[in-house]
Nanobody, 124 residues
Framework: QVQLVESGGGLVQAGGSLRVSCAAS????????MGWFRQAPGKEREFVGA????????YYANSVKGRFSIARDNTKNTVYLQMNSLKPEDTAVYYC?????????????????WGQGTQVTVSS
C-alpha cells in the first residue's frame, strides 16, 4: 500500500518562500515519477508540477513556472516542492501524487495515490 505524507505547510507573507515535503512508502520510490497539485477554496484541484523518476525532468504549470521547483531525494523516499516569490493566489492545500503503475516519466498522470495535503497560506 502506497502512502504519501506531506509536511512543511504554513503561513508565509507574500514574496516569501516555503518548502513542502512528501514522504513516500510502500513501494520502490525511485521507479516512479511524482507530482504536486493544489486546491484552493472553491476551486478544482490543479496540477502544479511533476518530476521524473531520477529528477532529470521536471514539468511545471505556467502559473508557477520560474517561482516553484521540484526536487527529489531517492535515498530518503522524499519529494520536495520549493516555492519562492509566493503570492496570495498560491494559497491552497498542496498535495503530492504518485502514479498507480510503473511510470518513470509523466507530466499528466495518471495519478493513483494522493497524500492528505498540507495547507499553505500566503498573506498579502
Amino acid at each position: 500500500q502506497v502512502q504519501l505524507v506531506e509536511s512543511g505547510g504554513g503561513l508565509v507573507q507574500a514574496g516569501g518562500s516555503l518548502r513542502v515535503s512528501c514522504a513516500a512508502s510502500g513501494r520502490t520510490f525511485s521507479s516512479y515519477a511524482m507530482g504536486w497539485f493544489r486546491q484552493a477554496p472553491g476551486k478544482e484541484r490543479e496540477f502544479v508540477g511533476a518530476i521524473s523518476w531520477n529528477g532529470g525532468n521536471t514539468y511545471y504549470a505556467n502559473s508557477v513556472k520560474g517561482r516553484f521547483s521540484i526536487a527529489r531525494d531517492n535515498t530518503k523516499n522524499t519529494v520536495y516542492l520549493q516555492m519562492n516569490s509566493l503570492k496570495p493566489e498560491d494559497t491552497a492545500v498542496y498535495y503530492c501524487a504518485a502514479p498507480p503503475n510503473y511510470t518513470p516519466y509523466t507530466n499528466n498522470g495518471p495519478w493513483g495515490y494522493w497524500g492528505q495535503g498540507t495547507q499553505v497560506t500566503v498573506s498579502s
